[in-house]
């Protein structure tokens, strides 16, 4: 576990007020403070000035008589933080009562976890004192204001309200002046995509605001996760974003497996670091050309179309699942790699690494496509680093952070990670990232296969002791994936969370369309390409 050498300079900030501070079992890989409520702001204002990010917000209700209330104390919400510095992690924690679900908003502090707050409050009531944007987030009219899904009271079924009404009155915040106009794109939208509202402020075509209002695909993942099994949790993790199936399940099971002092495999866990390569080398294929695609380079688009589908069809051939769902499953994988399938994919990867190479020097140095994505959309390295991203995303903008590389898990602890990093911000430079990713992706593909264990691919889950608590790390496709799990008494999942990259790369959207013209929106959200379905939960 890593050993937060910074952690002492942490408390030191917090002064004579640590003492209120209690050191907790840790929460592998992670260190484990558990703070009084009057210490979160100075928490998060200490860890800003120490150049921490935040992976992450989540409330878990304690509500119900399963749950661990200690010495008779009423119902609670247990509100949980993750903090991240040079690979280590610390999550702070506190409990606020059910009856007066007040605490401090970091989000003044760290922009990034706005949504994040404004989320947990409306699925469990905890209200943000000084959190900079009150409006509801994911209600979307579904549910009365006084009522909270995640609450022990709100039933999984749901409550028959009628017909929701429109959520059309969200207050969008106006640019005043003359001149200015106000475009409203989506929800729904003409391409086959999730649902999603973009409302444009603009002078002539320049983007002056952008704001955005998610959440149209609301499915309730959290309160489904409630009573499940392992197995079933899996199953649902791998549901959370479909284009992120093996990350989501492998977050998830990696939490479980650490609440349940679990090791997988080591043949289990190489073949999941090989479906996790192979689903970040698909998406990116599909980005490069619908990005290109967006600026009417469809050459680009149809070769690497091409070039997916054939990838994805092997997939289905070797792992029965063209997106891989349900192959990764608690204490390891369900499906081996047979020794036909071992020597497919040596040939694959050479195939597609001769493939991609033309390809991708005319994406690189093609005039037509430099002069539509060099300066394109620019995000900042302070901007990026104020909202947290992580992946693509902010390795375009100099953040060089990767859970494979900096907080490795195994097998990537035993793999060179060759991390893609640009400075410029820009959409080219999210392109330029990706290349680099399916390079090394592809590089890590073929020293899996050298180096593949043999032996089982899975191992019991033990049952887990009440009330054990799980975080996973992993570093999927669109960067670092959070996933907190803890156990009830019967060995079923009382409380799942998962904290998909979008949560903090959508935001960034919106600041790096400013300056640019209107018709270059459509390239900038591709080259972010945020999950609706990840952030929506």
């Given at each position: ?8 300079d ?6 004579e ?9 840790p929460?592998?890989p ?14 998060a204002?200490?860890?800003?000035a120490?150049?921490l ?6 409330v ?97 079924s ?49 983007v ?39 990350a989501?399940a492998?977050a998830?099971?990696?939490?479980m ?10 043949r ?27 600026v ?9 179309a ?16 063209r ?33 991609i190479?033309p ?21 900042s ?20 952070f ?82 907190f ?25 919106e600041r ?26």
């Open positions: 576990m890593s050993g937060c050498d910074w952690l002492s942490f408390l030191s900030r917090l002064g007020s640590s003492a209120n501070i209690h050191d907790a079992k929460l592998a992670a260190r484990r403070l558990i703070l009084d409520p009057a210490l979160w702001e100075p928490a204002r200490a860890a800003v120490m150049g990010r935040h992976a992450g917000v989540w878990d209700p304690l509500d119900t008589p399963a749950d661990p209330v200690r010495d008779g104390a009423e119902p609670r919400l247990r509100v949980m933080a993750c903090l991240e510095r040079d690979g280590d992690y610390l999550i702070l924690e506190t409990e606020v009562p059910l009856s007066r679900p007040h605490l401090a908003s970091q989000a003044p502090h760290f922009p990034g976890i706005g949504r994040l707050e404004r989320h947990a409050h409306d699925l469990t009531g905890l209200i943000w004192t000084d959190q900079p944007d009150g409006r509801r987030w994911t209600r979307h009219q579904a549910w009365p204001e006084d009522r909270f899904p995640l609450r022990a009271d709100f039933p999984v749901g409550e028959d309200t009628g017909r929701a009404p429109a959520d059309a009155e969200y207050p969008f915040a106006p640019i005043q002046g003359s001149g200015v106009h106000e475009i409203p794109v989506g929800p729904v939208h003409a391409g086959i995509i999730e649902p999603g509202h973009f409302r444009f402020q603009a002078m002539g075509e320049e002056l605001r952008l704001e955005e209002r998610l959440g149209y695909v609301h499915r309730g993942v959290e309160k489904l996760a409630v009573g499940r099994d392992p197995s079933g949790l899996a199953r649902l993790a791998g549901r959370v974003s479909g284009d992120s199936t093996v989501h492998w998830a099971c990696q939490a497996e650490r609440a349940t002092g679990c090791e997988a495999p080591p289990a866990l190489a073949l999941r670091a090989l479906l996790a390569e192979r689903e970040r080398i698909a998406n990116h294929l599909g980005d490069i050309g619908a990005i290109c695609n967006d009417g380079f469809a050459f680009a688009h149809v070769q690497c091409r070039l997916r589908e054939q990838w994805q069809r092997r997939s289905r051939e070797l792992f029965g699942h997106l891989l769902m349900d192959v990764v499953i608690p204490g390891g994988v369900a499906q081996d790699l047979s020794v036909g399938g071992f020597h497919d994919l040596r040939l694959d990867h050479a195939a597609l690494r001769q493939a190479d390809i991708f020097d005319i994406v690189e140095d093609l005039p037509s496509l430099d002069d539509r994505l060099l300066t394109t959309g620019i995000l390295e302070a901007d990026a680093r104020e909202l947290g991203c992580t992946g693509y995303v902010g390795k375009a903008s100099g953040l060089a990767d859970v494979r590389r900096d907080s490795p898990y195994p097998p990537y602890d035993r793999l060179r990670v060759e991390v893609p990093v640009q400075t410029e911000g820009d959409v080219a430079a999210r392109v330029r990232v990706r290349l680099g990713e399916v390079r090394g992706s592809l590089w890590m593909l073929d020293r899996l296969l050298d180096d593949l264990p043999t032996g089982e691919i899975r191992t019991p889950l033990p049952s887990p002791e009440a009330g054990a608590l799980g975080l996973g790390l992993i570093d999927g496709w669109r960067g670092e994936i959070l996933s799990v803890r156990f009830d008494d019967t060995g079923r999942i009382a409380r799942y969370f998962p904290r998909d990259p979008s949560w903090f790369t959508w935001p960034a959207l790096l369309i400013l300056g640019n013209i209107v018709p270059d929106f459509p390239v900038c959200n591709k080259s972010v390409n945020g999950s609706y379905a990840g952030h929506d939960l």
